[in-house]
């Protein structure tokens, strides 16, 4: 395996990006960073709150601000939001930093596990929804590898990648 310092972690919402990460992080002894949450402890303000006050063109730009400070991070497993990988800039940066991993869902999966809430993004029709599932999926895949968390609990995703990574370190 290439010697990349970190674990990012990318996917659409409810792929299970926060849960994996936070879980794969204790397991391979690696620190741990929730982009989302990084934000909200930043801003002080959730998500759904940023959106609602400042729309998603700023959310964007802080998202990005935040990728741009984390050059150092080594040891880590990043946990990106939703959206971070869907634009040239965000994605430079995040190959950079370390191994990307597709955590694939479905989009009928992805509603069912976030209950269709708290996601400023899932507020849109059917039809749109799966237009931006579709139009992601084509930028996800280019991720290094991508782990398809259909039918596999948040242990079974988390040890599937634990031991993949054990193989490509051999
Ligand atoms: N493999 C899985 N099997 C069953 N439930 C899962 C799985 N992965 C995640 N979940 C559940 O789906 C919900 C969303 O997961 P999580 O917040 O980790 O997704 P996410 O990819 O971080 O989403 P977002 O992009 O919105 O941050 C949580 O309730 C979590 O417990
Ligand atoms: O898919 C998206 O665009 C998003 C997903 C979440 O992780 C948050 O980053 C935010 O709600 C936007
Ligand atoms: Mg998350």
């Known amino acids: 395996m290439r010697d990349k310092a970190n674990i990012i972690l990318i996917g659409f919402m409810g792929s299970g990006k926060s849960s994996v990460?936070?879980?794969l992080?204790?397991?391979?002894?690696?620190?741990?960073?929730?982009?989302?949450?990084?934000?909200?402890?930043?801003?002080q303000m959730d998500i759904p709150s940023i959106f609602k006050k400042y729309g998603e063109y700023h959310f964007r730009s802080v998202e990005t601000a935040l990728l741009k400070?984390?050059?150092?991070?080594?040891k880590t497993v990043i946990s990106t939001g939703g959206g971070t990988a869907m634009?040239?800039?965000?994605?430079?940066?995040?190959s950079e930093l370390g191994l990307l991993v597709h955590l694939y869902v479905t989009l009928d999966?992805?509603?069912?596990?976030?209950?269709g809430k708290d996601r400023p993004m899932l507020q849109q029709d059917r039809g749109q929804l799966e237009?931006?599932?579709?139009k992601r999926l084509l930028v996800y895949q280019l991720a290094e590898h991508t782990v398809d968390t259909e039918g596999r609990?948040?242990?079974?995703?988390?040890?599937?990648?634990?031991?993949?990574?054990?193989?490509?370190?051999?």
């Open 21 to 23: 990460g936070s879980r």
């Open 25 to 43: 992080a204790k397991n391979l002894e690696f620190d741990f960073m929730d982009m989302d949450k990084e934000i909200e402890r930043i801003t």
């Open 69 to 74: 400070s984390l050059g150092a991070k080594e």
């Open 87 to 94: 634009c040239a800039e965000n994605w430079k940066i995040l």
């Open 109 to 115: 999966t992805a509603i069912l596990r976030t209950g």
């Open 131 to 134: 237009s931006m599932w579709q």
């Open 153 to 170: 609990s948040i242990e079974e995703v988390t040890q599937y990648i634990v031991d993949f990574i054990k193989i490509l370190k051999e």
